[in-house]
């Protein structure tokens, strides 16, 4: 089988059959917590009548988010985000596209501060597009992807002076790197 094939089936394996297996399976271990907690909630309120064991099931989920929200919201207050930030790392670590898939959904917890900012490497006459990953002084690592698979790509090291920021999205940023550019001479004149 050709190596890109597996490559493409193993990304596809780890960014979205196990978070899906491990979500379902964590749900299936909690619900019948939830339940015993939303049921009795769900029938004091008037309008149950109407809709029976399906309002049981949104005041689950409801409570599932709530409870979501309330640790989402300790872990970006306490200690906890430290913890956070290192498991990140070792998904990271483990899971080569784990940093790209995330700023691809922009989903990134850590909010707009670490966020892939979209530039323009300017290197002689030649122009790519690439994302900041990190700053350090007047230093930038970035990571300029390939064209049209934009999960392979290469690290390189610019001064801050040779980088043209652009005011796209990430997602827009991969489209025009799955297009082969096509649009992006528009937004480099502007």
Not at 166 to 184: C, E, M, N, P, T
Request: hydrophobic share 45%.
């Amino acid at each position: 089988m050709n190596k890109k094939i597996i490559n493409y089936i193993w990304t596809g394996v780890l960014a979205f059959w196990v978070p899906l297996i491990l979500v379902a399976y964590s749900f299936k271990l909690i619900w019948p917590f939830v339940t015993k907690l939303s049921t009795p909630i769900a029938r004091r309120i008037p309008f149950h009548n109407i809709a029976g064991e399906f309002f049981d099931f949104i005041v689950g989920i409801l409570i599932i988010l709530l409870i979501t929200l309330i640790i989402g919201w300790i872990v970006k207050k306490t200690f906890l985000r430290t913890w956070t930030e290192k498991i990140d790392k070792l998904l990271s670590t483990l899971f080569p596209g784990y940093s790209f898939y995330k700023n691809f959904l922009s989903g990134t917890h850590g909010g707009e501060e670490n966020r892939w900012k979209s530039v323009i490497v300017e290197d002689e006459d030649e122009f790519k597009i690439g994302f900041i990953i990190e700053k350090q002084d007047d230093l930038c690592t970035i990571y300029v992807p390939g064209a049209p698979n934009p999960y392979e790509g290469e690290i390189i090291f610019k001064r801050n002076a040779s980088l043209r920021p652009i005011d796209i999205s990430f997602a827009q940023a991969v489209s025009f790197i799955r297009h082969y550019g096509k649009g992006l001479s528009e937004i480099i004149k502007n």
